[in-house]
C-alpha cells in the first residue's frame, strides 16, 4: 500500500489501555480499506512511532499520515512526535510524512464526547 495511517497514542503498563485505540483503528481501516491503518505508541507499548513507521514504508507506503490520538497538543505532540519524525524523515527521505493535531482538538470530538457525558445523564 502506498499510504499508510498511523495512530499514535501515549501507551500503558496495562494491555488493555490499548483496546480502544485498535477498536478506533479497525474502524479506520474499515473506512479506508486501501490504506494501511497501525498503531504505535510513545512508551510503554509497542510498536514504537519510529517503528511503526519503518514497518510501513518496509511495507511499500511513500505516505506516512501520522495522528495524535490525544485530547490536546500537548508537549509529547508539539516537541516529541516532530523529534521522532524528523529522524525517520532522514532515514527515509523519499517518503512523505505528515502530522495531523490531536484528535481531540476537532470540534467533532468534543461534540461527540459531550453527547456521551450528556447521555449518560
Known amino acids: 500500500m502506498s499510504r499508510a495511517i498511523i495512530l499514535f497514542a501515549h501507551g500503558a503498563r496495562d494491555p488493555e489501555w490499548a483496546l480502544p485505540l ?10 479506508q480499506p486501501g490504506v494501511s491503518v497501525q498503531t504505535a505508541f510513545l512508551e510503554f507499548m509497542e510498536p514504537d512511532l519510529a517503528e ?14 501520522v495522528v495524535p490520538v490525544f485530547l490536546a497538543q500537548g ?36 461534540d461527540a464526547m ?3 457525558i450528556v447521555d449518560a445523564g
Not at 52 to 65: D, S
Not at 75 to 87: A, K
Open 114 to 116: 459531550a453527547h456521551v
Open 22 to 31: 485498535q477498536r478506533l483503528a479497525a474502524v479506520v481501516q474499515g473506512m
Open 52 to 65: 511503526a513507521a519503518n514497518r510501513a514504508i518496509r511495507a511499500g507506503a511513500k505516505t506516512l499520515v
Open 75 to 110: 508537549g509529547h505532540v508539539r516537541r516529541d512526535v516532530p523529534r521522532i519524525l524528523d529522524s525517520v524523515r532522514a532515514q527515509h527521505p523519499g517518503v512523505q510524512i505528515e502530522l495531523r493535531n490531536a484528535v481531540g482538538e476537532a470540534q467533532a470530538v468534543i
